[in-house]
């Protein structure tokens, strides 16, 4: 059974509230629920987690390295996209693969990721539906990692 942590980061659990021209109108509650629910589909055990400390995430992460109990991380970093440096150095320095979920598209906005360098992956640009894509893939980078 897979073992996923979805990440969100800073600003992520005002979605639906925070600019809806952007990110819509899907609240984090409803986002978690779809989520729970797709997992359930799936058959595996998710996490969620909302932080908007960077160290908290970090400290997360790291509790998940020790503890060897997640498989794959999905992490959307929100505000820490830009400025995530202490984050995107946890990440390059643990061995759980990390795929990076934006909602909108980071190019068309002209945005820059510090995070990116160390994720697996990125997916952007498909709102809610970014996270599915993200799930679905971090569910084949489970079942390939021994």
């Known amino acids: 059974m897979a073992r996923i942590l979805l990440l969100q ?9 925070r600019e ?3 990110y819509g109108t899907t ?19 998710l996490e969620i987690l909302y932080t908007n400390i960077e160290g908290e995430a970090i400290d997360r992460l790291y509790r998940h390295e020790a503890d060897k109990d997640i ?3 999905i992490m959307n970093p ?6 995530g440096y202490a984050l995107r150095d946890c990440i390059k320095s643990i061995k759980m693969p990390i795929v990076e979920v934006h909602m909108t598209n980071h190019y068309e906005r002209d945005i820059h990721s510090v ?3 160390a994720s697996v992956g990125v997916i ?7 996270y599915f894509r993200a799930f679905d893939m971090a569910l084949e980078i ?3 990692t021994p």
């Open 142 to 144: 489970a079942a390939d």
């Open 20 to 22: 809806p021209h952007l």
């Open 124 to 130: 952007m640009g498909f709102g809610v539906r970014t």
């Open 9 to 17: 980061g800073a600003n992520m659990n005002w979605l639906g509230r």
């Open 115 to 117: 995070i990116a360098s």
């Open 27 to 45: 609240t984090a509650q409803e986002l978690d629920a779809m989520m729970w629910a797709y997992a359930a589909e799936k058959s595996c055990k």
């Open 71 to 73: 498989d794959v991380g």
């Open 78 to 83: 929100g505000g820490f996209t830009y400025s």
